[in-house]
């Protein structure tokens, strides 16, 4: 059984940092690539950060600059490091990987950025 989960998450102060951590579980992780996402309240869930299985990156436009996406194949382990935040980055943050079988989601970790 395929498992992601999410830590990481929690209150922090607008221009502060915080570093997300996925776990998988059940995958040949190397293989796989991996997304962040996240989803505000009343708003769409958007891609964030994405990482292959090669190495290659890519971001978001509102977070290029700020966040780092990062992987460790050893620790079965994506990362995301969130620098600058802002009180739009409030959100439930997602990771996500993809094989013949759909999308399988983590439960997702909530990051609130507020004063």
């Known amino acids: 059984q395929i498992q992601l989960v999410e830590s990481g998450g929690g209150l922090v102060q607008p221009g502060g940092s915080l570093r997300l951590s996925c776990v998988a579980s059940?995958?040949?992780?190397?293989?796989?690539?991996m997304v962040w996402h996240r989803q505000a309240p009343g708003k769409q869930r958007e891609l964030v950060a994405f990482?292959?299985?090669?190495?290659?990156?890519n971001y978001g436009d509102s977070v290029k600059g700020r966040f780092t996406i990062s992987r460790d194949n050893a620790k079965n382990g994506v990362y995301l490091q969130m620098n600058s935040l802002k009180p739009a980055d409030t959100a439930v943050y997602y990771c996500?990987?993809?094989?013949?079988?759909?999308?399988?989601w983590g439960q997702g970790t909530q990051v609130t950025v507020s004063s």
């Open positions: 996500s990987t993809h094989d013949f079988r759909g999308t399988i």
């Open positions: 059940g995958i040949i992780f190397k293989n796989y690539d």
């Open positions: 990482i292959s299985s090669g190495g290659s990156v």
